[in-house]
């Protein structure tokens, strides 16, 4: 039993998710662009999908962050670190789900996001505009891009997302959970580390593995 527990619980270590992107397998990759460089030891993304993720309306799932203006800056950030984390991280293992869709046959759900992470995601991005609640669906895509439904208000994060929570929650539909876990707890998933230490996400799945 101990032996097949142990198969199981490796089998949630160092994986990358079957989606649109992903290798299928993790690997150094030398040349990680941006933010993204925090996975070039181990990544399931290759360098060109790091690119792609710092691009405004990128090839990746031509997504626009400008869909109700233009996205500050310091806000957009937080979306790029966001899409690095889930395009190369092959530390979310213990949160992958099936997910029936054209474009990728798994996804994340619930990874427990350290709170310092979503909260400054929220303060940063309070005054951008969307139009939006969940990002994954109900967008009018005629054009090729997403643009606001029909009737959709635009409006600031801050009175479309309350709270922190309910922007880490909902924004991907639950692909994210807000935790009252701190970063260097060894609980939650950091979005953010510092590259020259070693990746605090390792433990974190082998934790909840």
Not at 7 to 19: H, Q
Not at 66 to 72: A, E, K, S
Not at 163 to 173: D, G, K, N, V
Request: charged share 20%.
């Amino acid at each position: 039993a101990a032996a097949a527990m142990m198969v199981t619980r490796d089998s949630l270590l160092n994986i990358c998710m079957d989606a649109k992107h992903h290798k299928t397998e993790p690997g150094p990759e030398g040349q990680l662009y941006g933010q993204c460089v925090l996975w070039k030891d181990n990544a399931c993304c290759t360098a060109n999908t790091s690119l792609e993720a710092h691009q405004d309306q990128s090839y990746l799932y031509n997504f626009n962050w400008d869909h109700c203006g233009v996205m500050p800056e310091k806000c957009k950030r937080h979306f790029i670190q966001d899409t690095c984390l889930y395009e190369c991280s092959p530390n979310l293992g213990p949160w992958i789900d099936q997910a029936d869709t054209s474009w990728r046959k798994e996804r994340i759900r619930d990874v427990p996001l350290c709170q310092e992470d979503c909260e400054q995601w929220w303060e940063d991005c309070q005054d951008a505009v969307t139009c939006k609640v969940n990002w994954h669906k109900g967008w009018n895509w005629t054009t090729g891009t997403n643009q606001c439904p029909r009737g959709a208000m635009c409006q600031k994060f801050k009175f479309v997302f309350p709270t922190a929570a309910a922007l880490c929650e909902q924004i991907w539909s639950g692909s994210y959970r807000y935790t009252s876990h701190h970063r260097g707890s060894g609980r939650c998933i950091q979005m953010w580390f510092d590259p020259a230490q070693e990746n605090p996400n390792i433990a974190v799945a082998q934790y909840y593995a």
